[in-house]
């Protein structure tokens, strides 16, 4: 079964910074308009960021100005760049299509914001 791996998540101090990556051996990104979701504890999973074809982008109103998210579709990867992080932005992590493809998600990357 196909899935998206997501990693570089972790524990870091408010203000602090982190890059998620995404792969999927298997998908070709280069096919799809791409996303970053987020479940935060006890929350419903929630939409971050999308990226359509190389340079189109979107992001959710609490991340805009600190998270960037970029593909490569040749190497059928992607980032989500993550700076001045807030408490509330503690989450699992997950990449996807957009919209979502329900198959294709992955465990996700833990991010904890914490002092």
């Known amino acids: 079964q196909v899935q998206f791996v997501e990693s570089g998540g972790g524990l870091v101090q408010p203000g602090g910074s982190l890059t998620l990556s995404c792969a999927a051996p298997?998908?070709?990104?280069?096919?799809?308009?791409m996303a970053w979701y987020r479940q935060p504890p006890g929350k419903p999973r929630e939409w971050v960021a999308l990226?359509?074809?190389?340079?189109?982008?979107d992001y959710a109103d609490s991340v805009k100005g600190r998270f960037t998210i970029s593909k490569d579709n040749a190497k059928n990867t992607m980032s989500l760049q993550m700076k001045d992080l807030k408490p509330e932005d503690t989450a699992v992590y997950y990449c996807?299509?957009?919209?979502?493809?329900?198959?294709?998600w992955g465990q996700g990357t833990q991010v904890t914001v914490s002092s």
């Open positions: 996807n299509t957009f919209p979502m493809t329900r198959e294709y």
């Open positions: 990226i359509v074809s190389h340079t189109s982008t």
């Open positions: 298997g998908i070709t990104f280069s096919v799809y308009n």
